[in-house]
């Protein structure tokens, strides 16, 4: 099978500026002037996640789509969560799974309630019969530039967001998973080095780092392992919905490579730890952050 010949990874993909429209929230895929890559061309699986079921919140569009089509290809069944509003770009990830030989369950709700939170778990094992593979990935954030004009109602919406959709997930989901299961939970440079400006998402994700390795230690019982990936700056909808204008014109031009990440960079890694392959890995925090140091 061909692969992809090795190139300077600064220039592997766009680079700033971008010119891209504003939207809003929550941003969608196809109002991005600049598309992203998720891997619809390049990704190429080897079955290692043979007659598994996953389920992925913020599986539309962004990171959660490379993940859907990575999991797809390799031979994972995938059920996506997200907004109505994302209902589109939803079916467009359905579109690239069905297209991989896989089944795609879209469910379509708000995560921040936990009733929902429930059901998608349940429908998931009743459409595809297990629950092997559980992707806490969606999230939200908007920046603001003084103290004051985080509200509290924005505070909570971020943290019932961000992390207690994640709790109510997998506490629904860890009863039902087999020894070899996986969680793997979208974490951030910013749990580590947080910019001010986005006070509210940078303290979720720094819970989501103490939330990943408390619950490994919980879930290592059944034989489950917890992990969580630590991305830098990824280009996705959610930079243009929600960051300034100026702020997304040179997003990632201050990072070693020059550059954001493309989310089908992420999205081996993540196969990584749903794999048979990571079985030694649990309560880890991978860091993909294009050479900005984690302490």
Not at 74 to 95: F, H, K, N
Not at 201 to 215: D, E, N, S
Request: proline share 7%.
């Amino acid at each position: 099978m061909p692969t992809k010949t090795p190139t300077d990874p600064r220039k592997e993909h766009s680079t700033p500026p971008f010119e891209e429209p504003p939207q809003g929230v929550p941003g969608r895929e196809t109002e991005m002037r600049n598309k992203a890559d998720h891997g619809e061309e390049s990704y190429r699986g080897f079955d290692r996640l043979h007659e598994m079921a996953a389920l992925i919140t913020g599986g539309d569009s962004g990171i959660g789509r490379a993940i859907a089509i990575a999991y797809a290809r390799e031979g994972s069944d995938v059920a996506i969560s997200y907004l109505p509003q994302e209902e589109e770009d939803a079916a467009e990830t359905a579109r690239w799974v069905k297209d991989a030989g896989r089944k795609c369950l879209r469910l379509s709700g708000d995560i921040r309630d936990e009733a929902h939170c429930r059901d998608i778990v349940e429908r998931t094992r009743t459409e595809f019969g297990r629950l092997d593979i559980l992707v806490n990935n969606a999230a939200f954030q908007m920046t603001h530039e003084k103290l004051e004009e985080f509200s509290s109602d924005e505070w909570d919406l971020t943290f019932r967001t961000n992390i207690y959709a994640m709790f109510y997930l997998s506490k629904a989901a860890l009863p039902h998973m087999k020894p070899g299961g996986t969680i793997i939970n979208t974490a951030s440079v910013q749990a580590y080095s947080p910019n001010g400006n986005l006070l509210a998402y940078a303290t979720t994700k720094g819970a989501i780092v103490t939330f990943t390795k408390a619950l490994a230690e919980l879930a290592v019982e059944q034989g489950v392992r917890v992990n969580a990936v630590a991305p830098g700056p990824v280009w996705t909808p959610l930079i243009p919905s929600t960051m300034p204008d100026e702020k997304v014109k040179h997003f990632g031009e201050k990072d070693l490579m020059k550059r954001p990440a493309q989310p089908a960079e992420l999205a081996p890694a993540y196969v990584y730890l749903a794999s048979h392959d990571s079985s030694y890995v649990t309560g880890s925090v991978m860091d993909l952050t294009g050479g900005r140091q984690l302490p």
